[in-house]
Nanobody
Framework: QVQLVESGGGLVQAGGSLRLSCAAS????????MGWFRQAPGKEREFVAA????????LYADSVKGRFTISRDNAKTMVYLQMNSLKPEDTAVYYC???????????????????WGQGTQVTVSS
């Protein structure tokens, strides 16, 4: 089992920045990748960014590329999401997920992950 706890969400004006953190505990030694997804009211959970744990490769959704940066701290088994130039359409609950092994689903799909955190709310006012 892996437990994930997100933090760092909040209310920010458009153009502002936030840094989300996700701390993993439990069976983290077999981490393959970690990622961030978000879900706005009435919408499906959508991919934001992912990072491969061994080769540091990163993936981003087109909507956040150039504005968001995903990074990790192996020693602490934490993943971060630096969000700059925030827009009202970035408003959502942000979830952290961990994949313990490669699957037939891409890391851009929520099906590619094994465990999820409870989420942290990000609200961007216009």
């Amino acid at each position: 089992q892996v437990q994930l706890v997100e933090s760092g969400g909040g209310l920010v004006q458009a153009g502002g920045s936030l840094r989300l953190s996700c701390a993993a505990s439990g069976r983290t030694f077999s981490t393959y990748a970690m990622g961030w997804f978000r879900q706005a009211p009435g919408k499906e959970r959508e991919f934001v960014a992912a990072i491969n744990w061994s080769v540091r490769g990163t993936l981003y959704a087109d909507s956040v590329k150039g504005r968001f940066t995903i990074s990790r701290d192996n020693a602490k088994t934490m993943v971060y999401l630096q969000m700059n130039s925030l827009k009202p359409e970035d408003t959502a609950v942000y979830y952290c997920g961990v994949a313990q092994s490669p699957k037939s689903y891409t890391l851009r799909s929520y099906r590619g992950y094994d465990y999820w955190g409870q989420g942290t709310q990000v609200t961007v006012s216009s």
